[in-house]
C-alpha cells in the first residue's frame, strides 16, 4: 500500500521561507535583537541536529540503519531535506549529484541529449557536460541547463556553484566553462517544488497528478495559468506547452499512438485538431514536413513527486 503524505507536508516547503522573513522583521529592533534571533535559529536547530545525529547512531548500533532504511530515509523529501541541513545526510555529494542526473536523463534523451559528471570539487563545485544537442529545438541549451540546474540544486544544496561546459568547449580551451549559478540558501532543499522563481525566470511546480499517469496515455493539466500537456512512454515522462505548433489550439483529444513501423517505444503525439504528429522523443518535433515542433517543457522527479519548470510568470 502506497504511504500517503501527510496533509501538512507541504508547509515544510515554506519553512526556511518563513524563518528568513521573521529574521529580517526582527532587524527593525536593531542589530541586536537581528543577532539574538539568528542565534535563536542556530541554537534550536544545533539542538534538533544534535537529536538527529544521536538517533541515527541508536539506530545503526542496532545493526537497523541497513541499504534499505538508508534509502528509504533518502528517499523522503521532508527527511532528506532536514538531514541535508544538518550535514546527516546518508549519501554524499558526489553520489547525491549522479542520483539527480539520472532521475532528467530522460528528459535530456529526448532532446537528444545527456550530461556527464566530470567532477565535484573540494571547494564545493559541481563540474558538468552538456552532450548532444536537441534536434529541431532551438532552446535547447537553455531547457537542458534549466532541468540540470534544478535537479542538482535540489539534491545537493551545500554546493557552491555548478559549472557546465558542452562538447565543443570541452574540445577547446578546458576553461572555457563558467558558472551556471551560485547556490547559497541553507534552505533550498525544502524550498524545491514550492514555486519558488529561479533567478532565470523559471519556476518549478509539483504536479501530483503526473505521478500516477500510465503509460500510453495523454493528461492536459493546469500548472499556474499555464495550460500543460503530458504523456508517459514507458517509464518515461515528458511534457510540453499545451498548443498545437500548426494549429496553435489546445491537445483536446489528443492522442498517443506508435509511428508505423518504428521502434518499440517511438511515441507520436496526434492533435485532434489539424492531425499534425509530433515525435515526443525528439523535443517534440514536427513529422508532417512542417518547420515547427512543440515547446518541451523540463521536469523534474524524485520518484514520488514530479514537477514542471514553467515561466515565473504564469506559475501562480
Known amino acids: 500500500m502506497a504511504r500517503e503524505e501527510s496533509p501538512a507536508a507541504p508547509d515544510w516547503r515554506t519553512t526556511g521561507e518563513r524563518i528568513d522573513a521573521l529574521i529580517a522583521a526582527s532587524g527593525s529592533g536593531g542589530a541586536i535583537a537581528r543577532e539574538r534571533s539568528e542565534e535563536l535559529v542556530r541554537l534550536v536547530a544545533d539542538f534538533y541536529g544534535a537529536g538527529l545525529e544521536r538517533l541515527l547512531d541508536l539506530v545503526h548500533e542496532r545493526g537497523r540503519l541497513d541499504d534499505d532504511v538508508l534509502a528509504a530515509l533518502a528517499g523522503d523529501e521532508l527527511v532528506s531535506g532536514v538531514l541535508l541541513v544538518h550535514g546527516l545526510h546518508p549519501y554524499g555529494v558526489e553520489t547525491r549529484v549522479e542520483q539527480a542526473l539520472e532521475s532528467v536523463r530522460p528528459y535530456l534523451g529526448s532532446h537528444g541529449g545527456d550530461v556527464e559528471l566530470l567532477a565535484v570539487t573540494d571547494e564545493g563545485t559541481v563540474r558538468l557536460r552538456l552532450l548532444g544537442s536537441c534536434d529541431g529545438c532551438p532552446s535547447s541549451s537553455v531547457t537542458l541547463k534549466l532541468a540540470v540546474q534544478g535537479a542538482v540544486e535540489a539534491a ?18 578546458a576553461g572555457a566553462a563558467g558558472p551556471l549559478v551560485a547556490v547559497d540558501s541553507l534552505f533550498a532543499r525544502l524550498h524545491a517544488g ?25 493528461a492536459r493539466i493546469g500548472v499556474g495559468t499555464m495550460r500543460v500537456v503530458a504523456c508517459r512512454v514507458g517509464r518515461d515522462l515528458f511534457a510540453f506547452e499545451d498548443r498545437c505548433a500548426r494549429c496553435e489550439r489546445p491537445f483536446e483529444g489528443a492522442t498517443l499512438a506508435r509511428r508505423l513501423g518504428g521502434r518499440s517505444g517511438d ?14 522523443r525528439r523535443a517534440g518535433v514536427c513529422l508532417d514536413g512542417d518547420s515547427v515542433h512543440l515547446t518541451p517543457l523540463p521536469l523534474l522527479s524524485d520518484g514520488a513527486t514530479v514537477s514542471v519548470s514553467v515561466p515565473a510568470a504564469v506559475a501562480t
Open 156 to 173: 545537493a544544496p551545500e554546493i557552491t556553484s555548478i559549472e557546465v561546459e558542452t562538447e565543443a568547449e570541452a574540445g577547446g580551451d
Open 194 to 218: 514550492s514555486g519558488t522563481a529561479a533567478d532565470d525566470g523559471v519556476s518549478w511546480e509539483a504536479v501530483p497528478q503526473l505521478s500516477g499517469l500510465e503509460s500510453g496515455t495523454v
Open 267 to 280: 511515441a507520436i503525439l496526434r492533435c485532434a485538431e489539424c492531425r499534425a504528429h509530433y515525435d515526443v
